[in-house]
């Protein structure tokens, strides 16, 4: 059973960074991708990064190339999502996410388990 947890979310000033973590406390992390995707309030959820088990494929978001980075720890069962740059309009709930599969993918529903969430706020 996979049990997802996000943390690092919080309010930072337009231009600052945050750290996200995921950790993953259910079944044999390093097997499958995993990606982050962000939820703003009256918006659809979206995409944002993925990571291949192993970490040898990444994709990001347009909106977030350049800015955010994903990287994964398959000994600790965690993935991150260092954020820089940050813009008034990256401000969402932000969801890690566990593949269903190997490959990444930037839909949501190639994602069968999911965490809570974690709140960024960002400033202007």
């Known amino acids: 059973q996979v049990q997802l947890a996000e943390s690092g979310g919080g309010l930072v000033q337009a231009g600052g960074s945050l750290r996200l973590s995921c950790a993953d406390s259910g079944r044999t992390f390093s097997s499958y991708a995993m990606g982050w995707f962000r939820q703003a309030p009256g918006k659809e959820r979206e995409f944002v990064a993925a990571i291949t088990w192993r970490g040898g494929s990444i994709s990001y978001a347009d909106a977030v190339k350049g800015r955010f980075t994903i990287s994964r720890d398959n000994a600790k069962n965690t993935v991150s999502l260092q954020m820089n740059s940050l813009e008034p309009e990256d401000t969402a709930d932000y969801y890690c996410?566990?593949?269903?599969?190997?490959?990444?993918?930037?839909?949501?529903?190639?994602?069968?388990?999911w965490g809570p969430g974690t709140q960024v706020t960002v400033s202007s």
């Open positions: 996410a566990a593949s269903w599969r190997t490959l990444i993918s930037t839909m949501p529903s190639e994602y069968g388990n």
